[in-house]
C-alpha cells in the first residue's frame, strides 16, 4: 500500500499540471477542469496497479480523463459551454499573465472546434506525434494532420485583424 | 513541393524535421519566412495552452485520495469492528444462556429443601386435602388425599418458577413434591446431593419432582404418586 502511494504521488506530481490544462482546453471552465481532474486521478489511483509502463501514463491519463469528460455529457446534457462564458472563462485564466497577444490566442483557442482544438493540445502540450494522437483519439494520421493544420489556420486566421503589420493572410 | 503541400504539413506540424521541407524552405525564402512565422505562433500557443494551474492542486489530489483511502479502511474496520461486536454479543447472551440452562431443576429442587427444612412444618394443623387440591388446581392437578399425610402446600420458585411444593409423609418417610409448570425447563431424571436424592418426570404441561432422604425408596413413591398426581388437563 506504501509503494502504491509514492507512485500515485509521484505520478500526480509529474503529470497533473499537464492534466488539468488538457482539461481544461477540453472543457473551457477551470472549475469542471478541476472537478474532472479530481475524478481522473481517483480512477487512476484504483487501477494504479493496472498501469505496467510508466511512459504510458500520459496517455493512459489522458483516455481516463477524456471518458470522465464525456461522462460529464451524459450526467448533464445542458452543459454545454456557452462562448459568451467561455470568454470569461478564458480571460480569467489569464489574469496573471499580461500578455495581449497570449490574451488573445486563448480567446481565439477557446472558440476554436473542439475536434481541432483537442488534437493542438495534445501536440504542443504532451508533445505528441500525428500517429500518438490519432491512436489516443481514435482517428487516422490524415485526419490528425487536417485537423492540426486547420487549426493553426484558423488560429492566424483569428489573430490577423488586429496585427495588420504582418500583412499576410494565411490558411 | 508547391506550396499548398508545404504550408499544409507545416500548420500541421511545424517541429516537423522532413528532408523535403527543409530543402522546400532553403531553396524560397517566402517558405522559410511562413515556417518562421507558424514556429513563432506555436511559442506563442505553448505559452497559451499553458493555463496557470490551481495552487496546491497536486496536494489536494493526494490528500483527497489519502481521506479517500482512510475512509474506505475505516468503512472497512467498521466491518470488522461490527463483527467483533456481534460475536462478543453473541457469545455473551450464549454463554448467559448456557448458565441459566446449567441451572436444572434438579439443583434448585434439592437446594429448597434446606430452606424448607426451616420452613415447614408451622404448627401441627394438617393441610386437608381441600387446600391442598385448592392449591393444586392452579396447576391443573389433582392429588388423591389417600397418598398421605400432607405435610405442607407451598409455593416456591425453582430456577425462577413458581412452583409447587407439597411434603408429603409416606411410608418411606417424608417425600417432597414440586410441580413445576414448564416441560421445556431442562431437568435431570435423577438427581442427588450428600442428604437427599431426587427423580423427575414430566406430565402433561409440568414437571414433578420428587425429592426424598438420602436411602428412601423414591422409585416406589413415585410410581405411587404418579397414579395419585392426576392432571386435568
Known sequence: MKEKTQRYEALVRALHADVYRYAYWLTNNKATAEDIVQETFLRAWRALDSLQDEKAAKSWLITILRRENARRFERKQFDLVDIDDVSVSVSSADCHDNDTEIRQLRRAMAKLEEDYREPLVLQILFGFSGDEIAQQLDLNKNTVMTRLFRARAQLKEALAPSQPERGRQNG | ?233
Not at chain 2, 448458565?99 to 431443576?105: A, F, K
Not at chain 2, 387446600?131 to 405442607?152: C, H, M, R, W, Y
Not at chain 2, 408429603?168 to 431437568?187: C, D, Y
Request: with cysteine; glycine share 6%; aromatic share 10%.
Open chain 2, 1 to 233: 513541393m508547391d506550396e499548398l503541400e508545404f504550408r499544409r504539413r507545416i500548420y500541421a506540424n511545424p517541429a516537423d524535421t522532413d528532408e523535403a521541407l527543409v530543402q522546400a524552405a532553403n531553396d524560397d525564402k517566402g517558405y522559410d519566412d511562413f515556417w518562421q512565422d507558424v514556429k513563432r505562433l506555436d511559442d506563442k500557443l505553448t505559452r497559451a495552452i499553458d493555463v496557470p494551474v490551481p495552487d496546491d492542486l497536486a496536494n489536494k489530489l493526494i490528500w483527497q485520495q489519502s481521506v479517500r483511502e482512510f475512509a474506505h479502511k475505516k468503512r472497512k474496520n467498521r466491518w470488522y469492528i461490527g463483527l467483533a461486536a456481534s460475536v462478543a454479543l453473541t457469545a455473551g447472551v450464549g454463554i448467559t444462556a448456557w448458565q441459566q440452562q446449567h441451572v436444572s431443576l434438579g439443583d434448585a429442587a434439592l437446594a429448597h429443601m434446606y430452606y424448607a427444612e426451616h420452613e415447614t412444618p408451622v404448627g401441627d394443623a394438617p393441610v386437608t386435602a381441600q387446600i391442598a387440591n385448592a392449591k393444586l388446581a392452579q396447576f391443573g392437578a389433582e392429588i388423591d388425599p389417600a397418598i398421605g399425610k400432607i405435610a405442607s402446600v407451598n409455593y416456591c420458585h425453582l430456577d425462577s418458577i413458581r412452583s409447587l411444593h407439597l411434603i408429603i409423609e409416606t411410608a418411606q418417610g417424608r417425600m417432597s413434591v414440586f410441580l413445576v409448570p414448564e416441560k421445556n425447563h431442562p431437568v435431570k431424571n435423577s438427581f442427588s446431593d450428600k442428604a437427599y436424592e431426587g427423580l423427575s418426570y414430566a406430565f402433561n404441561h409440568a414437571n414433578v419432582l420428587v425429592v426424598g432422604e438420602k436411602g428412601a425408596d423414591i422409585p416406589s413413591f413415585q410410581s405411587i404418586l404418579k397414579q395419585s398426581l392426576k392432571f386435568s388437563a
